[in-house]
């Protein structure tokens, strides 16, 4: 696992800054596109939210018909969608790879290899490296992994959330029995964990009640 956190961790924060960059052509052209043709923005918009409510209905009342039986109208559409910056490339779906039930565990020890080497900025409200010589940052390390995340089964986000969790949860209680009465502040890796991970949630789109049922539960079961 030495050999591969490396490669793994250099790999993320490609992948993280290959997609900050998309989101900013993205936004470039969406701005580009509601200056230079306000009406086919606006027709865009209207045909996509269309489109998916016709969708949505169809699943949820299977009698009524699918908008786009062949699948050309959708295909045509997202290409359009795309040269007007109207899409989402950290919700996108990349490639469909096999099942991977290991992957959190991974994604886990990869991640505490290296949250000794990052940290919680409240000025900034996200997380920096501590040394700015490591080429380590928090941002591509966060989007890469939930971009890796996002080309599997939501499960696969579920799990890693809940054993980041019992590290968390586990580090935080055992912390408080070796340091009890001497320090009351969290040790610097707990902080960061628990940003990382409602970072991921986030923006894993996992609502904000079942991020803390799942810390809530652990550390009860900690105490």
Request: hydrophobic share 40%.
């Amino acid at each position: 696992m030495q050999k591969i956190s490396p490669l793994l961790i250099d790999s993320l924060l490609k992948i993280g800054q290959m997609q900050i960059l998309r989101c900013q052509v993205v936004n470039r052209l969406k701005v580009s596109c509601q200056f230079q043709s306000q009406l086919l923005s606006y027709a865009m918009e209207a045909m996509n939210s269309s489109l998916l409510s016709d969708i949505k209905k169809h699943y949820s009342d299977p009698t009524k018909p699918y908008p786009d039986t062949d699948g050309v109208l959708v295909s045509e559409l997202s290409t359009y969608l795309e040269r007007c910056g109207m899409t989402q490339p950290l919700d996108k779906i990349y490639v469909t790879p096999k099942s991977f039930h290991h992957l959190n565990v991974i994604l886990l020890v990869t991640i505490i290899s290296q949250v000794n080497k990052i940290h919680f900025s409240k000025v900034l409200g996200s997380i920096k490296s501590i040394k700015g010589t490591e080429g380590l940052d928090g941002p591509p390390l966060v989007i890469g992994i939930t971009t890796l995340l996002r080309q599997f089964h939501i499960d696969q986000t579920t799990k890693l959330l809940s054993v980041l969790a019992q590290y968390i949860s586990s580090y935080t209680v055992v912390g408080a029995n070796y340091s009890s009465g001497k320090n009351n502040e969290l040790p610097n890796e707990v902080v960061t964990s628990l940003a990382l991970f409602s970072e991921i949630a986030t923006k894993m789109s996992i609502p904000k009640d079942s991020q803390s049922t799942i810390l809530t539960s652990l550390f009860i079961k900690g105490i």
